[in-house]
């Protein structure tokens, strides 16, 4: 077993998430002292944990993405925690309306908005308002193309892609303000720009 994936708590210190490229999910909370394995139960054993992030909103939150498509499973395989891995939500199911032919690589929670979700996927985009209660295709003009990684940095959505490079969406403040409980059409106000 290799650790495949690792994240530190921006909330709480000595809380460390990682992930196996066999299947194992661990945490700490003592900052590596001791480790519990909390890995999803009912989760198909083998598959490597591409992801693991650590929420920005609740210590006790994490995500997982597992890739399995190496195992001739090419179902997503993403999931959420409120407990510090005691339990775990499935996210990737037909009810969420994730499809189920994407094999999941990377899961991140918007670090200025509690439950807007990215997944990248091998063949593109999600995006969930509701944390990973229901998604949406979020591909916009990207072409079809792995999402291997998700970053926000400064309100910007930055992905990289295996094979068609880094792509940035500038100013997610709209998607921060977004209520998709009543999805009219409104504007928001700019934000400030500058002409040289």
């Not at 591909?139 to 999402?147: E, K, S």
Request: aromatic share 10%; glycine share 8%.
């Amino acid at each position: 077993s290799t650790i495949y994936s690792i994240d530190e708590s921006p909330l709480k210190e000595g809380l460390i998430w990682i992930g196996a490229n066999d299947g194992p999910v661990h945490v700490t909370r003592d900052g590596g002292k001791t480790w519990e394995n909390v890995t999803p139960k009912g989760m198909p054993v083998g598959g490597r944990v591409q992801t693991v992030a650590a929420s920005s909103h609740d210590p006790a939150k994490a995500y997982v993405a597992i890739l399995r498509y190496q195992l001739n499973d090419f179902e997503p395989h993403i999931y959420r925690t409120n407990d510090y891995g005691k339990n775990w939500t499935r996210l990737s199911t037909p009810a969420s309306n994730f499809p189920m032919d994407h094999p999941s690589r990377v899961i991140r929670e918007d670090p200025d908005r509690e439950g807007l979700l990215y997944a990248g996927t091998e063949f593109g985009l999600f995006i969930s308002f509701n944390d990973g209660a229901t998604w949406t295709s979020f591909q916009q003009n990207l072409p079809v193309v792995p999402i291997t990684d998700i970053k926000v940095h400064q309100k910007d959505l930055v992905l990289s892609t295996m094979g068609r490079s880094f792509w940035i969406l500038d100013n997610l403040s709209p998607l921060h303000r977004f209520n998709s409980e009543n999805p009219t059409s409104r504007l928001f106000p700019p934000q400030m720009a500058y002409r040289s």
